[in-house]
């Protein structure tokens, strides 16, 4: 079965790095997203993407964030100067359609600013 | 905004029995869905169903929607242990946005 996969699954990094968090989405699905969920909180909704543009974007997804699809399979997230309060679960998503299809989500990467 | 709020935020029952979890959200939506995430992994799609429908099943899953009430049920009947989990309902609209969740807790 199809999955979404995300690289690296944990990636430990100083306050201040720049980070890129890496995820390949299901081949023929054309909806990218990316997720946040902070340790014992909710899953929350940093951006969409699609046709090589933001759709969507959420007050927390401000200018230290960037989103790229570099190739036909790759999709990125880059955080430029990570805060401390930047650790948490990354979860990647993709669909096939918009506005009411399922989503499929990777295993997260875990992002911890020291 | 189409989060959807599930009740109750906690539920711990004994394996074998019915899990009974609920979502309530506020404007009118095309579907809804269920999601389920076991600790630390990412979220897993369970089951949509569409406006119009008023019940879905999907082997120990079974989901019922009053769009009149604005509410959703999801019922996992003989649980198991692997049920263990978190479950959020979402409808969405540009994206999907989603609640606290309900954490079911299954003792053997």
């Known amino acids: 079965e199809p999955e979404v996969t995300q690289t690296p699954s944990h990636q430990v990094t100083q306050m201040g790095q720049e980070v890129i968090l890496r995820c390949v989405p299901i081949?023929?699905?054309?909806?990218f997203y990316w997720y946040r969920q902070i340790l014992g909180q909710k899953v929350e909704f940093l951006v969409s993407?699609?046709?090589?543009?933001?759709?969507?974007k959420s007050e927390i997804f401000d200018d230290q964030f960037s989103v790229e699809r570099p190739d036909g399979s790759n999709f990125t997230l880059k955080i430029r100067s990570t805060k401390l309060e930047d650790s948490a679960m990354y979860f990647c998503?993709?669909?096939?359609?918009?506005?009411?299809?399922?989503?499929?989500f990777g295993e997260g990467s875990r992002l911890t600013v020291l | 905004s189409q989060q959807g709020e599930e009740d109750p935020q906690a539920l711990s029952i004994q394996e074998g029995e019915n899990a009974t979890m609920n979502c309530s959200y506020k404007?009118?939506?095309?579907?809804l869905q269920w999601y389920r995430q076991n600790s630390g992994r990412g979220l897993v799609h369970l089951i949509l169903?569409?406006?119009?429908?008023r019940e879905k099943h999907s082997g120990r899953l079974r989901v019922t929607l009053d769009t009149s009430k604005k509410s959703s049920s999801l019922l996992i009947t003989a649980s198991r242990a692997a049920d263990t989990a978190s479950y959020f309902c979402?409808?969405?609209?540009?994206?999907?946005?989603f609640g606290q969740g309900t954490r079911l807790t299954i003792n053997p």
């Open positions: 169903i569409r406006s119009n429908e």
């Open positions: 993407f699609y046709n090589n543009e933001i759709s969507e």
């Open positions: 404007t009118s939506i095309n579907n």
């Open positions: 979402a409808t969405p609209s540009t994206k999907l946005v």
């Open positions: 081949s023929n699905h054309l909806y």
């Open positions: 998503a993709s669909s096939y359609t918009s506005g009411g299809g399922e989503l499929f």
